[in-house]
């Protein structure tokens, strides 16, 4: 059935840092994958306890010909180990082994992998090169694409990164095969967020196929891929660095964030947050009278059916607010939310506390 998934290359136009994601199946077994990427003395496979034992001697197999030296470091699993601490693990290994400015860092994981990774990537010897070999859904239509990394600090969710791109992402839709379905459900958010914010036919056709993605049918994860790849690219393609346009991709990340936060990290996925952040947020739009009040609903049942909570936990209103404020969208203390200005459209502006603070007591638990 695999052999009918065309391989397909996603290109993000970015002048000198510009790269292809590559889509397909049993990618991580082919040369073509990993044909025209730089040859060093040194490479570095970051991956993690749950990832590493299943992909990175197939990985390693494949590089073997290309680095004198293939070397890895095996990281905690988890949001949790998103710090500083793990972050070091990988500087330790590349300076104990003596590794050079051309060394090529694989980052071999989902998204925590891949933005520990990345920024790490970035900041070794101020910069080496690198690829993304994203193992989730997550990491396929979002994290591994763009050029974001990031650490969580105990007082903010990704709160010290860097934007630095890779040379090229790789997405093997079979690698999906052995993540957790909750895992994949997380996935699902990020891949129905590009709905809203910019094109409402893909939120027609994730509603047509929300089963045969949950059930892993490798035809509609290449769709759902390749065109949320798409969209992220456009957007990425003219707003790098995020003055502007791409905060639209945090759709559903305000509240999201704080949820993830406020409960500590890896209670919630990101992508868990991220669907309930979503139905907030479009609440929001709704109430500040800029989307029809039939998306809230609609997200809600749609978030249902991937399998994502659609109810908030209980957090003190302050402790919301607070989290809110520290939001890198945030500017002089004023919290700024994306909003569906008409499906398919995005836009970002601040809300009224109270008009916020209804939101969340309408999307939460009760205490
Ligand atoms: P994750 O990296 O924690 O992976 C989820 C779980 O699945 C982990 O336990 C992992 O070990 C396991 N796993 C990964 N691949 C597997 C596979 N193929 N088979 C079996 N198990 C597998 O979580 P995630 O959802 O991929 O990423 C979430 C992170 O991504 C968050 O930290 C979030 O902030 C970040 N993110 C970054 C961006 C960006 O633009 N850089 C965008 C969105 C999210
Ligand atoms: N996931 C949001 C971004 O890449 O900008």
Known sequence: MNAAIATTQVPIALGDRSYDIHI??????????????????EALIVTNTAVGP???????????????????????????????????????????EGCDRKTVIYALGGGVVGDMAGFAAACYMRGVPFV??????????????GGKTAINHPLGKNMIGAFYQPLRVICDLDLLDTLPARELSAGLAEIIKYGPIADSSLL????????????????ALAHAVRRSCEIKAAVVGQDEREGG??????????????????????????????????????????????????????????????GLPVLAPALPMSRWMSLMRGDKK????????????????ALIRP???????????????AA
């Open 54 to 96: 299943l992909y990175a001697d197939r990985l390693a197999a494949q590089l073997g010909g290309r680095h004198r030296r293939l070397l890895q470091v095996v990281l905690p699993d988890g949001e949790q180990h998103k710090n500083a601490a793990t972050l070091e693990l990988i500087y330790d290994k590349l300076l104990a």
């Open 330 to 345: 945030s500017e002089a203390g004023e919290i700024r939310f994306v909003l569906i200005d008409g499906l398919g459209r």
């Open 245 to 306: 346009l791409r905060a639209i991709l945090n759709f559903g990340h305000t509240f999201g964030h704080a949820i993830e936060a406020g409960l500590g990290y890896g209670s919630w996925l990101h992508g868990e947050a991220v669907g309930c952040g979503m139905v907030m947020a479009a609440d929001l739009s709704v109430r500040l009278g800029l989307a029809d009040a039939a998306l809230v609903p609609r997200l809600q049942r749609l978030c249902q059916r991937a």
């Open 24 to 41: 397909g199946c049993g990618l991580l077994g082919q040369a073509a994958s990993w044909a025209g990427l730089p040859a060093s003395n």
């Open 351 to 365: 809300a009224p506390d109270a008009l916020v603070a209804s939101v969340i007591a309408a999307h939460s638990v």
């Open 204 to 219: 027609d056709w994730i509603e047509d196929h929300v089963d045969a993605l949950r059930g892993g049918d490798k035809a």
């Open 132 to 145: 993304q070999v994203a193992t989730t859904l997550l990491a396929q239509v979002d994290s591994s694409v």
